[in-house]
């Protein structure tokens, strides 16, 4: 089967999480060097935004507001963090599970979708 020149989706939003991991583990490298660097979730955030979900909100909105969201809860999973409570063997289980996610968020919240 001939690979695509163009990727999907979902290869996209793999390959930011790839790279998130990569950096990550580089900058785990270098504070065991001494130097601190503070890893941005830019990567992870741009994935969840091709994937669809909402902004986060926790800024500007109180949780007992219909718009309120917050993003945190995408990121327990062992790949992000090792002692998080979601089991996730590979980047590509770690993503299934996002896209069910986005599914299951879709369903019950609806409103968060809602144009203003």
Known sequence: MKKSIIKTQREIVETLIHEHLSLS????????????????????????DIIGFPQDTTIETNASDKDYFCRDYLTNSTIIDR????????????????YNEMDNLEKESPELFQLK
């Open 25 to 48: 583990y580089k900058c785990d490298e270098l504070e065991k060097l001494g130097v601190n660097v503070n890893l941005s979730n830019i990567l992870l955030d741009t994935a969840f």
């Open 83 to 98: 002692g998080s409570s979601n089991q996730h063997q590979t980047v590509e289980d770690y993503v299934e599970y996002l």
